[in-house]
């Protein structure tokens, strides 16, 4: 019983000792992969091209989704490193040519943003999951307008619904059924 009990003792020791380690190397490994696919599509040909654009955007929400679910998973955050993506995901808003309707239809669904779960229903009426389902809502160009603020979109996709307002950047994936 006392070696069973040591032994415990020894592994939760061990794994106190070591898991911010860990955290550290993810996080470093995080750090790699936005540096190297920011230099990916710095010299990607031809530049400004959308199909380039949306690759990286998602490249990014990839990184952000990872570091989204540790902090729902643990509490955990990494700011610096999820303020470098917000940083380069602001820079590249989806163009205003972009065809809303089709936004619109991706839209529509369950959101969950690092805090609630959001719903845009087809009629056109959004709120929180827990709440009324009162506000409105519609995409216009690049532009989510929700009860008279108007929101930059930055990627929307059957994964994730980024958005920048302001200087803020919010990030969603969608609630899978």
């Known amino acids: 019983m006392k070696a069973r009990l040591a032994s415990v003792i020894v592994i ?17 490994t995080d750090r790699q992969k936005l540096n190297a696919i920011k230099r990916e599509y710095e010299e990607a040909q031809p530049p400004g091209n959308e199909k380039t654009r949306l690759d990286y955007v998602t490249k990014l ?56 779960v959001y719903v845009y229903r087809a009629n056109g009426k959004c709120g929180t999951e827990d709440g009324p389902i009162s506000g409105n809502w519609r995409i216009q160009e690049n532009q989510l307008i929700q009860d008279h603020s108007r929101r930059m ?6 994964d994730y619904f980024i958005y920048a ?6 990030f969603h994936s969608r609630v899978k059924a």
Request: hydrophobic fraction near 35%.
């Open 61 to 116: 929400a990839e990184i952000a989704n990872r570091l989204v679910s540790e902090y729902r998973r643990s509490g955990q955050r990494n700011d610096d490193l999820m303020g470098a993506i917000n940083s380069e995901l602001q820079k590249h808003p989806a163009p205003k040519n972009i065809d809303s309707r089709k936004l619109s239809q991706l839209l529509v669904g369950k959101w969950e943003s690092p805090r609630r």
């Open 12 to 28: 939760l020791i061990t794994s106190t000792l070591f898991t911010p380690a860990i955290e550290a190397a993810d996080s470093e």
């Open 153 to 158: 979109i930055i990627l929307l996709n059957s």
């Open 165 to 170: 307002e302001g200087d803020s950047v919010f």
